[in-house]
């Protein structure tokens, strides 16, 4: 029994982790080369990026069942190697990802924007590769918007509702992660398990505030990272 | 040598500039939006020209016909920015050993503590950026831009932002520097007397182009246009024409004042009699008399300010009808007696002190 009660925990840790790692990259990406293009479709860009935040999640749910389904185009392709994402275990992961990327995006452009273009012009003229000033100059620099930006990604993953269900259903012990079990156990009048679930989030969202808070008072006293190896 | 020949619209702005150093400090001179920021990144690497060429000592950093453009990386060319931009993560040793490559730790450890020294601060080491004061934080730049030995150095106004004493004794240590190691340096100012002191040959820039390129000297005495005679502090300038010219002997008919003013000038190949011209004088060459003579004007003061060594003055032609002539003057304060704001004076322009150029 406890192992079925506790299991929207085991599945929402995974999805939220693997999540927060690809976010995390996906997001750096975007916001580093967005921060510094500014070709003519800029705004479009951005507008997509930041598209999901601005959706009601079970429409942007909805758009991923029609695109991973199987008459959608990528649903047709992953049949072709006899898988299909709907109602499985990594459809949490693509809508946690989709959902939690415009806020990973938006904080760390936010953190490359505030980095002088003219400290990175000077790397430049000192011979730095490309490679090497993004390393050592401007992550370090961009790095406290990049640790909030990642907090805020984990949390939104964390209590992604809307589109998992949409994607991913609820199959417990496969795709029922705890916000979607929170609702599901208070439908069936299981109010214990849902207040243990509760707990649980409020628990992990308070660490993730609390942890935000430290890092902000330790990087106020310090200074980020010294790239003393390159 | 540095020889630079190239061409960059953007927008309304177009840029179309020809100049070379050779092993000296040349000041670019020119108000802010005359292109001289965007001239020194097109020579970094740091904006790409549309056409035209780049070559540092025979080797070719840009060419729109041979389409090669290298990169800021690969130019080997210093560059001090107006605001510092060190790395403010870095400590003072760390920024300064960010471009040293190819040498052992031990090496760079060595090289940065030389830098230290001669740059004068040699305890600052271990300090961060904002631990240190803005005339430290120049020099930390200084250092930091020829760690990696640059084939040449640019620098942006770089002691604009330093208080008179800290930025006096950064110009001294630039020419030392320019000395001790033989190399191209451009300086980019908007201060005359800046650029005077550092260079011996100046560049004066405007809208994009270079308006007059050359010895320090004939630019502040032979302006060849409005733009350098106002830039260079001549700010008495009339619109005449030439009514003789006899051997050195000009002289211009300003029609707002009543006689024709006389200018010694050897340099007038390029004069014609009847020629539209713009004569000049600076504030400080124009002297207060009593007796009306040759060159004397009839003058109403407008207003007396006082300076420190001299009283600057503001005076107008009281012949003058349609057009108000506004001169001003630098009085040294001996010699400023005998006038007060509101009474009528005479000014006199010392004829070998007038400059004269084409309209």
Request: include cysteine; hydrophobic fraction near 45%; glycine fraction near 8%.
């Amino acid at each position: 029994m406890t192992e079925s009660y506790l299991s929207p925990l085991w599945i929402s840790l995974q999805t939220v982790l693997t999540t927060t790692f690809i976010t995390f990259f996906l997001g750096i990406a975007a916001a580093r080369w967005m921060a510094r293009y500014s070709g003519r479709y800029r705004n479009l860009i951005d507008g997509l990026f930041i598209l999901p935040i601005v959706l009601p999640p079970t429409v942007v749910g909805f758009g991923l069942l029609v695109l991973f389904g199987k008459n959608g185009p990528l649903g047709a392709l992953l049949s072709l190697f006899d898988t299909s994402i709907v109602f499985s275990w990594p459809a949490t992961v693509i809508a946690a990802v989709i959902m939690s990327f415009p806020l990973m995006y938006m904080t760390s452009r936010g953190g490359f924007e505030q980095v002088d273009i003219n400290i990175e012009n000077a790397a430049r003229t000192l011979g730095a590769s490309e490679w090497k000033i993004f390393w050592t100059v401007t992550m370090p620099l961009a790095w406290p918007a990049i640790v909030s930006a990642t907090i805020l990604a984990f949390a939104r993953s964390l209590g992604e509702f809307g589109a998992t269900l949409m994607l991913a259903g609820n199959i417990p012990g496969k795709t029922t992660t705890i916000p979607v079990a929170i609702y599901f156990n208070i439908q069936s009048g299981n109010m214990d398990q849902a207040m243990v679930l509760v707990v649980i989030v409020l628990a992990i969202s308070f660490a993730s505030l609390a942890a935000l808070a430290y890092w902000k008072g330790k990087a106020r006293r310090t200074v980020p990272i010294t790239p003393e190896a390159l | 040598m540095l020889e630079v020949n190239i061409k960059k619209a953007i927008g309304s702005f177009s840029l179309d500039v020809n100049f070379s150093v050779d092993r000296e400090i040349l000041s670019i001179l020119g108000p802010s939006g005359s292109g001289k920021t965007m001239t020194l990144l097109c020579i970094a690497g740091l904006m790409r020209p549309d056409t035209g060429f780049i070559s540092l000592n025979g080797r070719l950093l840009y060419d729109s016909q041979k389409n090669i453009c290298l990169s800021a990386q690969q130019r080997n060319i210093g560059f001090v920015f107006q605001n510092y931009a060190l790395f403010p993560h870095l400590t003072v040793k760390e920024n300064i050993a960010y471009g040293i490559r190819n040498y052992s730790r031990e090496m760079n450890n060595g090289r940065v503590q030389e830098l230290l020294e001669l740059m004068h601060i040699p305890d600052l080491g271990n300090r961060y950026p904002k631990e240190i004061s803005s005339g430290q934080q120049q020099r930390v730049a200084l250092a930091r831009a020829i760690a990696p030995s640059p084939d040449a150095l640019l620098l942006d106004e770089p002691f604009s932002a330093l208080d008179t004493p800290q930025r006096e004794r950064l110009e001294y240590e630039l020419i030392g520097l320019q000395e001790m190691y033989k190399k191209d340096f451009l300086f980019v100012t908007h201060d005359l007397a800046q650029g005077y002191k550092l260079s011996t040959r100046l560049a004066v820039f405007d809208s994009g182009c270079v308006a007059q390129c050359g010895c320090k000297n004939s630019i502040v005495t032979e302006p060849t246009n409005r733009t350098v005679a106002k830039l260079t502090g001549i700010k008495n300038l009339m619109e005449g024409h030439i009514v003789s010219i006899n051997g050195r002997d000009i002289r211009v008919l300003v029609p707002e004042l009543e006689k024709p003013l006389k200018i010694l000038n050897s340099n007038h190949n390029h004069l014609a009699v009847g020629q539209p011209v713009f004569i000049g004088i600076r504030p400080e060459y124009v002297q207060l008399v009593d007796q009306e003579g040759e060159n004397t004007i009839c003058c109403n003061t407008l207003q007396l300010v006082d300076g420190v060594t001299s009283i600057h003055g503001r005076f107008n032609a009281t012949s003058d009808v349609e057009k108000k002539y506004n001169f001003e003057l630098d009085l040294l304060r001996f010699l400023s007696t005998g006038t007060a704001e509101g009474c009528s004076c005479l000014l006199y322009f010392p004829p070998e002190r007038l400059v004269i150029f084409n309209r």
